[in-house]
């Protein structure tokens, strides 16, 4: 099954200013009387100095994509949760085992779908270290409802404003639900998952501890 949205940038103005500047080989002044060889080591030289140009830019892209990320991890273990039967859950007191980490909501077709495969994947692996946490992107009463008629065998912590943010921030790109998380024991991300969960996800999670 596939994932839902979870429930809720311009275009560049025509006429904007070039960010970088195109060299033609075939306009570009050359002078008169300079042989072939000498040609083509010029024009070598200036496709070799815009490869470079272009692959430091994607570099300090990727560099900042990465900051961005390991502080959204950094920021995760600070998050303090309520709880749907009215405690608090402070997301530190998990850090130093690997952690299953699935946001869901009660609405979710998908997501209460996988609900009993993580309920079992957590009664089989706890004498291992692993934890399982819902975070439900949803009303507590709705919440609490639900896990009347459908109780899991893990925590539950509530995030009905701001989890679809923390989700984002974690790599749920396209803010859908349910959207997983799995971190290793060092509080690092390992892997991401958007979708339904598989016995097979469950399984090869397993080995990222």
């Known amino acids: 099954m596939t994932a839902r949205p979870a429930p ?9 200013p070039p960010q970088s500047v195109r060299i033609d080989a075939s306009t570009a002044a050359e002078p008169a009387g300079t042989a072939p060889s000498r040609r083509r080591w010029l024009y070598g030289a200036a496709g070799l100095a815009a490869a470079v140009g272009g692959g430091g830019w994607a570099w300090q892209a990727w560099r900042q994509e990465q900051a961005a990320a390991l502080a959204a ?21 998990w850090r ?3 952690l299953v980490l699935n946001f869901w909501a009660t609405w979710c077709p ?3 779908a996988e609900l009993p495969l993580l309920s079992r994947f957590s009664r089989e692996n706890a004498a ?11 009303q507590a009463a709705a919440v609490r409802a639900f896990l009347t008629r459908v109780p899991v065998d893990f925590p539950v912590a509530l995030a009905p404003q701001g ?3 923390l989700s984002r921030s974690l790599g749920n790109l396209a803010g859908g639900l349910p959207f997983t998380v799995v971190f290793g024991a060092d509080g690092q991300v390992r892997h991401r998952k958007m979708g339904q969960v598989t ?6 999670w397993l080995a990222l501890r």
Do not use: H, K
Not at 130 to 135: A, D, S, T, Y
């Open 110 to 112: 998908p997501c209460v």
């Open 73 to 93: 991890q950094a920021a995760l273990w600070q998050q303090s949760f309520a709880t749907p039967e009215g405690g608090a859950l402070d997301l530190q007191a």
């Open 8 to 16: 809720s940038e311009p275009s560049e103005p025509s006429g904007t």
């Open 128 to 138: 291992n270290g692993w934890q399982v946490l819902g975070i439900a992107v949803d």
């Open 163 to 165: 989890g679809v943010a």
């Open 199 to 204: 016995p097979q996800d469950l399984q090869g």
């Open 96 to 98: 130093g085992q690997p």
